[in-house]
């Protein structure tokens, strides 16, 4: 027990704000969509430097853990933000009521719904409808003009979780009179998400969030006329799934599929370590038509990339990139 950090002692992770059950931390750090692994934190919740140091036994507790999903269910984590999966285990190890990250592993690896909630935690699915409202509106502004001149658009939308962005992205090209002409490919390597995106329908409370990223996106119509309320949930027009391909995939061990006039993946590559994050970019650079187009989250970014010098800026803020021709 000495290298675990107490679930909710002294020396357990801090809560913002001085409060200190592990119940908030559990929730808190969770729920951060865009907490960056080993960077600078905007959001004012636990850093990752709030825990202590990893001794060598909890390091190599957190490799066996790693190793062994890997081996067992191929689920691959090995190289992802080490700070960010340390972060996420412990917070899996309280879930479960258990003490150590060994115990963790015991337990996944002896039972499969220990391994579903452990993925859910470890692949951190949070995202919304026009997220980052700006984003989209650029694209309207400065993608679409672009896309105009193919007969057929292929769009991919790697790490698509529930899939609230590629039903905000089926809105703004019907919107632009070019969805009939677009193919969707939404992929996640967790199956569960899938299954979640693939009913369209979302909470009823977060409509009224989605609805103000939405006018901020440049919207063209009323909100609410893509979606009937019922029961608690709104349940988004059938139509809008008319060209949406929902898909398994997974960025550590699949390769290309096709050849995409758009690539979309945000918030993604923020939890990859550097080594994980060039195979990516090899193959989005190997998906990518010449002159396609690539989009990566806010605190994303193509600089120290091997293909950073292949792009140009379409709109460096919004982490647009178009592939130049060679
Ligand atoms: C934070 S969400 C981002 C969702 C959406 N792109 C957005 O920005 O709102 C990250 C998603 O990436 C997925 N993901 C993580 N690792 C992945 C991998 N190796 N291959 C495919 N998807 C992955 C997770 O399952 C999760 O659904």
Not at 46 to 58: I, T
Not at 76 to 89: H, P
Not at 164 to 192: K, P, Q
Not at 286 to 301: A, H, T
């Amino acid at each position: 027990m000495g290298n675990a950090p107490p679930p909710d002692g002294p020396e357990g992770p801090p809560t913002p704000g001085g409060a200190s059950t592990a119940a908030s931390v559990v929730v808190e750090v969770v729920d951060d969509p865009l907490l960056e692994p080993d960077g600078p934190d905007d959001s004012g919740l636990v850093q990752p430097s709030a825990l202590r140091p990893a001794s060598d036994l909890e390091r190599l507790e957190i490799d066996l853990t790693l190793e062994g999903i890997y081996r067992h269910y191929g689920f691959d984590f090995r190289n992802y933000a080490r700070a960010s999966m340390r972060r996420r285990l412990w917070n899996q190890v309280r879930a479960e009521k258990l003490t150590t990250i060994s115990a963790l592993l015991d337990r996944v690896l002896h039972d499969v719904d220990c391994m579903e909630r452990l993925l859910l935690m470890l692949s951190v699915n949070v995202t919304a409808m026009y997220r980052d409202p700006t984003f989209f509106r650029a694209f309207r502004e400065q993608v679409v003009p672009l896309l105009r001149s193919h007969p057929f658009i292929r769009i991919w939308h790697a790490g698509c979780s529930t899939g609230e962005e590629v039903y905000s992205m089926a809105i703004l090209l019907e919107e632009e009179g070019l969805y009939n002409r677009c193919r969707l490919y939404a992929t996640d390597m967790n199956e569960a998400v899938l299954r979640r995106a693939q009913t369209g329908i979302f909470p009823i409370e977060v409509m009224q969030e989605y609805t103000a990223n939405y006018l901020r996106s440049g919207a063209k119509e009323h909100f609410a006329s893509y979606y009937t309320a019922r029961y608690g949930h709104a349940i988004f027009k059938q139509s809008l799934r008319r060209n949406i391909v929902f898909s398994h995939h997974n960025l550590v061990t699949d390769g290309s599929f096709n050849e995409f006039h758009v690539i979309i993946c945000r918030n993604v590559m923020i939890y990859f370590n550097e080594q994980l994050q060039t195979r990516v970019h090899e193959l989005f650079y190997d998906s990518l038509r010449r002159f396609g187009v690539l989009v990566l989250g806010r605190k994303e970014s193509l600089s120290g990339t091997p293909h950073q010098h292949d792009y140009e800026d379409i709109n460096a803020t919004e982490k647009i990139y178009r592939r130049r021709s060679v």
